[in-house]
């Protein structure tokens, strides 16, 4: 029997039963949902082949896919939003490193030193996973092939039916000697 601690999404830590190895994504799926995670981000994030980024489950990690009012697909994990940015190979004298997917938000003076990262200037970033490289691996995907953002199918059951609106009174009449305020 396995054992995995979560931390739910108000902080509450639950230890959680699993009978063997191959139930372990599953239990993570299920309650990942919920926004539950287990572990902590680790220093650079996580890491995961590049082509696994298309149809990743976020729930996994305890996270989900949301959409800003202004369009913008983000991850949110523990309450933070991560933004979807894309690096270009590196190939120079001192590194190489094939290009990549990166998820990740503007640190905060809140965040703990070892997982700012330093940019550019003097913006710092917090990076929750990152997709380079790698061969794919299907126990990362998305179960039952839904394509990104794509929803889950829904219950055939219909819909409530709504009460229909009050009708609408006249206005009482004003008496002529009613003052107008």
């Known amino acids: 029997m396995l054992h995995i601690e979560f931390t739910t999404d108000l902080g509450a830590r639950?230890?959680?039963?699993?009978?063997?190895?191959?139930?372990?994504?599953?239990?993570?799926?299920?309650?990942?949902?919920?926004?539950?995670?287990?572990?902590?981000?680790?220093?650079?994030?996580?890491?995961?082949p590049l082509d696994n980024e298309p149809?990743?489950?976020?729930?996994?990690?305890g996270a989900r896919k949301w959409t800003s009012p202004e369009g913008e697909e983000l991850i949110i994990h523990k309450g933070h939003a991560y933004r979807r940015?894309?690096?270009?190979?590196?190939?120079?004298?001192?590194?190489?490193?094939?290009?990549?997917?990166?998820?990740?938000r503007g640190a905060k003076s809140t965040d703990p030193e070892h997982v700012?990262?330093?940019?550019?200037?003097?913006?710092?970033?917090?990076?929750?996973?990152?997709?380079?490289?790698?061969?794919?691996?299907?126990?990362?995907?998305?179960?039952?092939?839904?394509?990104?953002?794509?929803?889950?199918p829904q219950s055939a059951r219909p819909a409530a039916p709504r009460p229909a609106p009050?009708?609408?009174?006249?206005?009482p009449a004003r008496a002529e000697e009613e003052t107008p305020f």
Request: charged residues 30%; proline residues 6%; without cysteine.
């Open 14 to 48: 639950v230890t959680v039963d699993v009978e063997n190895a191959d139930k372990l994504l599953d239990v993570q799926r299920q309650y990942g949902r919920l926004g539950w995670t287990s572990g902590e981000v680790p220093t650079g994030g996580y890491q995961f």
């Open 55 to 61: 149809d990743f489950d976020w729930s996994l990690l």
């Open 85 to 104: 940015r894309e690096l270009e190979a590196v190939d120079s004298r001192k590194m190489k490193l094939p290009a990549a997917v990166k998820y990740s």
């Open 166 to 171: 009050p009708a609408a009174r006249p206005a």
């Open 116 to 152: 700012r990262e330093k940019s550019d200037g003097e913006f710092e970033y917090v990076t929750l996973a990152i997709f380079r490289g790698g061969k794919r691996q299907e126990r990362y995907a998305t179960p039952g092939g839904r394509a990104p953002g794509q929803a889950a």
